[in-house]
């Protein structure tokens, strides 16, 4: 996945935008005179998966372009506790106000890629896909989904309008899982996958002699019925087990033998990753 250094610039600024108020940083201004030169250094105070990098730094060079910048680790790194990731080396006023964005940028999308690494070593070895869903941050969804592959996830939908996704409301709405089915299946156009959300296995019963469907999300199945529904499905459709699940019960979940395991958690309860920027002046 590639995020378009447009994205970025627009991301960035509005950020930047935000934190600047009427459009100066009033402490720097007053504590720092204008011709000072600064270094920062960006360094890990705890392990993780590194991720946002081009992001952060971008924070400095719309701040400012008389900005040196040097890179010692890139996004997709397995970083540790002390490993100096880049140095910026710059305007002190211009270094000051942008740091604060950068951190927010990179600590948050490292923080998404190493839970999404947490749970992808979880589940490792038993062929099943860990995958993120719409559950994002307004305004960062592409960021928290670039992080999730950074992490080794797989991104599922990134729009309402990427799949047909039949969820529970809909049926209720249509009237019916075939009624839902039917309907998509023949307004949809024949390119476009359909995935269907069931809650017990009755549903998913309908959803196999209805015939339609091309994958099938188990939500909130407990472990027998996860069991069983994979049993009932025997690779006729894809299955994606969603709900509930945490790094405690993925492993299980994996060796149901689903296909896909979603996980909102991933980008909408992330901690950070603590990351620091230490100045010298």
Not at 233 to 251: D, I, K, Q, W, Y
Request: glycine content about 10%; some cysteine.
């Amino acid at each position: 996945m590639h995020l378009s250094p447009l994205l970025i610039e627009d991301a960035v600024k509005a950020a930047l935008k935000e934190d600047l108020g009427h459009g100066f940083d009033a402490t720097s201004q007053i504590l720092l005179p204008a011709g000072l030169s600064a270094r920062g250094v960006i360094r890990a105070r705890k392990s993780g998966r590194l991720a946002g990098l081009i992001v952060a730094l971008s924070a400095f060079s719309l701040t400012d372009i008389d900005f040196d910048m040097q890179i010692f680790a890139e996004d997709g790194a397995d970083i540790e506790a002390g490993d100096v990731i880049a140095s910026i080396e710059g305007p002190a006023r211009s270094l000051m106000t942008a740091e604060r964005v950068a951190l927010n940028f990179l600590c948050h999308m490292s923080g998404v890629a190493s839970l999404t690494r947490s749970y992808v070593e979880a589940v490792k070895d038993t062929g099943v896909e860990i995958c993120d869903t719409r559950k994002t941050l307004p305004g960062l969804r592409l960021f928290q989904k670039y992080a999730v592959w950074i992490g080794g996830g797989a991104n599922h939908r990134f729009g309402l309008d990427d799949a047909i996704l039949i969820k529970d409301n809909h049926i209720a709405a249509v009237g019916g899982i075939s009624e839902a089915l039917d309907q998509a299946k023949l307004l949809g156009g024949h390119t476009q996958k359909i995935e269907i959300e069931v809650d017990n296995l009755a549903q998913l019963e309908e959803v196999l002699e209805n015939g339609k469907a091309d994958i099938v999300m188990l939500d909130n199945f407990d472990f027998p019925d996860l069991k069983k529904a994979v049993e009932m499905v025997n690779g006729a459709l894809m299955t994606e087990a969603s709900g509930g699940v945490s790094l405690e019960t993925v492993r299980a979940i994996a060796e149901t033998g689903v296909d896909v395991i979603s996980i909102g958690a991933l980008t909408h309860s992330a901690p950070q990753l603590d990351l620091a920027l230490d100045i010298d002046v």
